[in-house]
């Protein structure tokens, strides 16, 4: 990773993927898809790289990867493609970030960051806005199911990781500990949170941040993010 990251500069991030690869789809037909705008990887690139692009022009010193709903369950289930297709396919992700880069030829340094959304968000059941499965899910079950997905993002040479929405501070942590296998990585982590001051799950944002803060890989961990919420 770039070290000029850490430093006190402002970034300026690109936006929703769905908002900013409209223009290039039919909406409809990736809203009813499940696994959302994660199949385009497969079924439209230029579209993805389109969005990219437009994000560059606009400004973005960063691109996000389109695969916040992307996993090698999800992708062999719908996408019919076998383990090692479906893990390639979570990598091209960041080659086509790489590509809209290069075709912009922009002088600006333009960072990538890996999305990896919450367990909840390949169910397809809106649990990913409460995060309810983690009462029952085994922590070996979700570390098993996330880390394939970490690391072909980091593999393909991200700058950061992005885990975004985690509804609980349990997932967060499971992500945590997975960062650890990859010493050198840094990552932000987004909570989603149901009011100012609880996540979606309904810990304290304030408990959820001091467990993360006490976790191994905190050196590692270089933002913490709210999404739908204010924590006081």
Known sequence: MDPTILNEKM???????ISGVTPYIDIDSVKKHPLWGSNL?????QAVINSHKDYIRAGAEFLTTNTYQASIGG????????????YELIKKSVTICKQAIAEEN????????GSVGPYGAWLCDGSEYHGNYIVNLPYK??????????????EAGIDVVLFETIPSVDE????????TEFPFQKACLSFSCKDGNHLSHGETFASAVEKLWTNDSRKQLIAIEVEY????
């Open 141 to 154: 079950e979700l570390y098993d199911w996330h880390k394939p997905r970490i690391q072909a993002l980091i």
């Open 75 to 86: 992708f062999m289930k719908y996408l019919n493609l076998d383990y090692e297709q479906s």
């Open 106 to 113: 922009s002088e600006r340094n333009i960072r990538i960051m």
């Open 229 to 232: 919420g204010t924590p006081h």
């Open 11 to 17: 970034y300026l991030l690109d936006g929703s993927f």
């Open 172 to 179: 967060a942590i499971i992500l945590l500990d997975i960062l």
């Open 41 to 45: 990887l497969f079924n439209d690139e």
